[in-house]
């Protein structure tokens, strides 16, 4: 640090502690709320942070010490498709360097999921690409979602700064933060084409179906186990960004290395009772539990082979066993039923392994056993075995 003067320095991180877990930087004039949780909710919220001015002045100071900055702005992805909001641009990182240091302030924002996300550090035709070297910077490559942390205050050198007050396990969620949008312009392209079913059994299964899926991230997240959207949830997601009405269940997915034998007890525990198990551990297993209002929580175990993953299903009057088949993927964040939650990073990839290439079309009549485009055949139970591999409670 010999070629700037340390408190300069010091100065400048003070100031950008203060916007790194920024909470809602800007509000927008209203949110469009559309259907089944594709749009968002009207809301003009309180603004917590830096305001306009307050960063033109951090250029200013910045500037004026001897630093070029750069700014990366665009637009809020959750207002795609919305003309009067959409050309909206919002500041996602700042960039200012001198010499060969350079401070990087990434700006995070609240979501309604008690989460904080950032942007893609996405550079423009008109950036000098040299102007730092972008590659070596932890934050940008994708947007990211981060647990809201706690802060805490430190003293650096006699200047206060905040840090989170769990650092480990901020720095521990940075390798597994990629976060993906839910795609709202298409989804407000389908509901156009496929007007929601907005009857009042629908209306009450949406809100049912969104409570188990929230009650069953909470007991997971005691627990200590990943899981993510799998069949028509996933579907529904990234199709709609909701949940879908005619579905009648809530589909997760857990990989088999995650399962403990405490899930059923603590799922028992926060009211929702067994329905079904099939299958053991070491091979397909799949439990079902019962939700309030008739709705179902299936969570199928994934098992993993050299180059595909599969998870099973199993027919309770006939013993039959039967395997589906998807490509390897990688877990990514994303917002769902106001609450981050995994999905499969290959999303359309996963997807179309389940529902073929015209998931896009709405399907109402379903059979598990001969829809699915990766379903095969997988033997059958001994019948010695059923009592273990066939409960119905």
Same mark, same amino acid.
């Given at each position: 640090?010999?070629?700037?003067?340390?408190?300069?320095?010091?100065?400048?991180?003070?100031?950008?502690?203060?916007?790194?877990?920024?909470?809602?930087?800007?509000?927008?004039?209203?949110?469009?709320?559309?259907?089944?949780?594709?749009?968002?909710?009207?809301?003009?919220?309180?603004?917590?942070?830096?305001?306009?001015?307050?960063?033109?002045?951090?250029?200013?100071?910045?500037?004026?010490? /001897?630093?070029?900055?750069?700014?990366?702005?665009?637009?809020?992805?959750?207002?795609?498709?919305?003309?009067?909001?959409?050309?909206?641009?919002?500041?996602?990182?700042?960039?200012?360097?001198?010499?060969?240091?350079?401070?990087?302030?990434?700006?995070?924002?609240?979501?309604? /999921?008690?989460?904080?996300?950032?942007?893609?550090?996405?550079?423009?035709?008109?950036?000098?690409?040299?102007? &730092?070297?972008?590659?070596?910077?932890?934050?940008?490559?994708?947007?990211?979602?981060?647990?809201?942390?706690?802060?805490?205050?430190?003293?650096?050198?006699?200047?206060?700064?905040?840090?989170?007050?769990?650092?480990?396990?901020?720095?521990?969620?940075?390798?597994?933060?990629?976060?993906?949008?839910?795609?709202?312009?298409?989804?407000?392209?389908?509901?156009?084409?496929?007007?929601?079913?907005?009857?009042?059994?629908?209306?009450?299964?949406?809100?049912?179906?969104?409570?188990?899926?929230?009650?069953?991230?909470?007991?997971?997240?005691?627990?200590? &186990?990943?899981?993510?959207?799998?069949?028509?949830?996933?579907? /529904?997601?990234?199709?709609?960004?909701?949940?879908?009405?005619?579905?009648?269940?809530?589909?997760?997915?857990?990989?088999?290395?995650?399962?403990?034998?405490?899930?059923?007890?603590?799922?028992?525990?926060?009211?929702?009772?067994?329905?079904?198990?099939?299958?053991? &551990?070491?091979?397909?297993?799949?439990?079902?539990?019962?939700?309030?209002?008739?709705?179902?929580?299936?969570?199928?175990?994934?098992?993993?082979?050299?180059?595909?993953?599969?998870?099973? /299903?199993?027919?309770?009057?006939?013993?039959?066993?039967?395997?589906?088949?998807?490509?390897?993927?990688?877990?990514?964040?994303?917002?769902?039923?106001?609450?981050?939650?995994?999905?499969?990073?290959?999303?359309?990839?996963?997807?179309?392994?389940?529902?073929?290439?015209?998931?896009?079309?709405?399907?109402?009549?379903?059979?598990?056993?001969?829809?699915?485009?990766?379903?095969?055949?997988?033997?059958?139970?001994?019948?010695?075995?059923?009592?273990?591999?066939?409960?119905?409670?």
């Amino acid at each position: 640090m010999s070629r700037i003067n340390k408190n300069v320095i010091l100065a400048l991180l003070t100031l950008t502690s203060s916007a790194f877990l920024l909470f809602q930087l800007y509000y927008y004039k209203h949110y469009l709320s559309a259907k089944n949780g594709a749009g968002l909710s009207k809301s003009k919220g309180s603004r917590i942070g830096f305001d306009s001015i307050q960063w033109e002045g951090w250029f200013w100071i910045a500037e004026n010490t /001897g630093f070029q900055c750069l700014k990366i702005e665009s637009k809020d992805p959750r207002l795609d498709g919305i003309d009067s909001l959409s050309g909206t641009e919002i500041p996602l990182h700042y960039i200012c360097k001198v010499a060969t240091h350079a401070i990087h302030l990434v700006v995070f924002y609240e979501r309604s /999921g008690n989460y904080l996300w950032h942007g893609h550090l996405r550079l423009k035709g008109h950036i000098d690409k040299k102007f &730092v070297p972008f590659r070596k910077l932890q934050f940008g490559r994708y947007p990211g979602a981060f647990d809201r942390p706690e802060l805490q205050q430190i003293t650096v050198d006699g200047l206060e700064i905040l840090i989170p007050k769990d650092p480990m396990h901020f720095l521990e969620e940075m390798p597994h933060s990629r976060f993906i949008e839910c795609r709202y312009k298409e989804a407000r392209a389908f509901f156009q084409q496929h007007l929601e079913d907005s009857t009042v059994e629908a209306v009450a299964f949406r809100k049912s179906a969104k409570e188990v899926l929230q009650l069953a991230a909470k007991t997971l997240k005691k627990l200590g &186990v990943r899981f993510w959207l799998s069949s028509g949830t996933c579907l /529904g997601w990234y199709r709609q960004c909701g949940i879908i009405s005619y579905s009648k269940d809530v589909d997760i997915g857990i990989f088999i290395q995650d399962y403990k034998s405490d899930i059923i007890p603590a799922f028992q525990d926060a009211g929702l009772p067994l329905k079904h198990k099939f299958g053991k &551990v070491e091979d397909s297993l799949e439990l079902s539990f019962q939700g309030k209002d008739d709705v179902k929580l299936d969570i199928f175990f994934f098992y993993e082979e050299t180059d595909h993953v599969w998870n099973g /299903g199993t027919q309770a009057k006939t013993g039959k066993k039967f395997k589906y088949l998807f490509p390897k993927f990688a877990l990514c964040w994303t917002e769902f039923v106001d609450m981050k939650v995994r999905v499969p990073c290959e999303t359309v990839e996963y997807i179309e392994a389940n529902y073929g290439k015209t998931w896009k079309i709405p399907v109402k009549t379903w059979d598990w056993k001969r829809s699915p485009s990766n379903v095969q055949p997988n033997g059958i139970w001994p019948i010695s075995e059923w009592d273990e591999v066939i409960q119905l409670y």
